[in-house]
């Protein structure tokens, strides 16, 4: 509106005119100072989920703040505390009847998978004790317990039926994890599970393989020494199937 038809209206029609403008700006402004507020608000939230400090959760909680809300990362707050080990932060989240436990960070990962990475076997049993599924297509938890050699979180997803030869995009699978970083113990507990030692990634990669990669000498030695074994085994009982010859007559 330029200046002359402002002026052309009625006194009245321009004080509605400025009680309109009044309104929009104000409610501007209120806009803008809750956004920043609500920005504060969910930084300290965030640092309270970081220092585990449930209080300060519990009491955000109970003021309506959405259990699923991420950092600017796009990162959830259950998978924060997973991934500070934030247990008694992550329980409270995980009370609350609106968390989405699957919720999956910017990478991909979910709360399960970053506490099967930390080896926190107490918040896997809890997550595992609230529903959440074990398995995961592409990387799963198992991968990631495996991959820092985590038997005793290994162990708790195997006995939740975790798929033991899950395949990542690779087709990469726990026991090559294992292999990788050189975790014997973690290598026996999924080969004594029904681990499959020759399965091959999208890259014709096998455990054994994965091992020698990473110069992961104790992965190599076991390997190398169950193989010979099997295949000592499999010439003795190959051996023990031929029929005895006929004796000199």
């Not at 400025?18 to 409610?27: G, K, Q």
């Not at 409270?92 to 609106?98: F, Q, T």
């Not at 506490?115 to 991968?143: C, F, Q, R, S, T």
């Not at 990669?213 to 023990?240: F, H, N, P, T, W």
Request: charge should be neutral; proline fraction near 3%; charged fraction near 20%.
């Amino acid at each position: 509106m330029n200046t002359f038809t402002y002026l052309s209206l009625p006194a009245v029609s321009r004080r509605l005119l400025h009680r309109f403008a009044l309104v929009c700006i104000t409610a501007l402004a209120s806009f803008v100072l809750t956004g920043t507020a609500h920005a504060a608000d969910l930084d300290s939230l965030i640092k309270a989920v970081k220092f585990d400090d449930v209080k300060a959760v519990q009491k955000a909680l109970a003021h309506g703040v959405d259990p699923n809300a991420t950092d600017k990362q796009g990162t959830p707050l259950l998978v924060i505390a997973a991934r500070e080990k934030s247990d008694n932060v992550a329980k409270a989240l995980m009370a609350d009847p609106k968390i989405d436990l699957e919720k999956l960070d910017a990478a991909g990962e979910n709360a399960m998978m970053l506490a099967a990475l930390n080896g926190d076997a107490d918040l896997v049993k809890a997550l595992i004790d609230k529903g959440a599924e074990v398995n995961k297509k592409g990387w799963a938890p198992l991968h990631y317990a495996a991959a820092n050699g985590h038997d005793d979180v290994v162990k708790m997803l195997l006995d939740e039926s975790a798929y033991i030869d899950a395949g990542s995009p690779n087709g990469t699978t726990p026991l090559m994890m294992a292999a990788r970083g050189n975790y014997l113990s973690t290598v026996k507990v999924l080969l004594d599970a029904g681990a499959d030692s020759r399965v091959k990634n999208q890259l014709g990669l096998t455990a054994l393989d994965f091992a020698k990669r990473y110069q992961a000498k104790d992965v190599i030695a076991g390997l190398q020494d169950m193989y010979a074994r099997e295949a000592a085994a499999a010439s003795s009982a190959s051996a023990a199937s031929v029929p005895a010859g006929n004796g000199a007559k």
